[in-house]
């Protein structure tokens, strides 16, 4: 599991130093990902909790940490799956939908895609 997680953090892009604000901003909506990112969770949603528009939670956040706020919302996603993984061998469609993924397939690839493997490989 650890040669998984070696990557997991997304690459911070170079560029003129972003204002207080947004680093603030941005710092908010990894919070708000981070404690709710097994619920449904919209980019309207997550922008409204956060005090801002949609168009700007996803700026700034892309122009802060160099990924979408899709994309990180994924890998919490899997990340959490890896842990559960061993206490749900054989039930991967309900750990898939437990952690907001709308199937068993779309949780496979997205895990295929960010591991190098299926998900029924780990546990």
Same mark, same amino acid.
């Given at each position: 599991?650890?040669?998984?997680?070696?990557?997991?953090?997304?690459?911070?892009?170079?560029?003129?130093?972003?204002?207080?604000?947004?680093?603030?901003?941005?710092?908010? /909506?990894? @919070?708000r990902l981070?404690?709710?990112? *097994?619920?449904?969770?919209? =980019?309207?949603? $997550? %922008?409204?909790?956060? #005090?801002?528009s949609p168009?700007?939670?996803?700026?700034?956040?892309?122009?802060?940490?160099?990924?979408?706020?899709?994309?990180?919302?994924?890998?919490?996603? /899997?990340? @959490?799956?890896?842990?559960?993984?061993? *206490?749900?061998?054989?039930? =991967?469609?309900? $750990? %898939?939908?437990?952690? #907001?993924?709308?199937?068993?397939?779309?949780?496979?690839?997205?895990?295929?895609?960010?591991?190098?493997?299926?998900?029924?490989?780990?546990?």
């Open positions: 599991m650890e040669s998984v997680l070696a990557d997991a953090g997304p690459a911070r892009p170079a560029g003129p130093t972003p204002s207080p604000a947004w680093r603030r901003l941005a710092r908010a /909506l990894e @919070e981070a404690t709710g990112f *097994d619920e449904v969770l919209s =980019l309207e949603h $997550l %922008a409204r909790d956060c #005090g801002t168009f700007h939670a996803s700026r700034v956040y892309r122009c802060i940490t160099g990924s979408s706020l899709h994309r990180q919302l994924n890998r919490l996603r /899997l990340r @959490e799956a890896l842990f559960r993984l061993p *206490d749900m061998r054989g039930r =991967l469609t309900e $750990l %898939a939908l437990e952690l #907001g993924f709308s199937s068993h397939s779309h949780f496979s690839s997205a895990f295929r895609a960010e591991y190098g493997q299926a998900p029924s490989t780990l546990g």
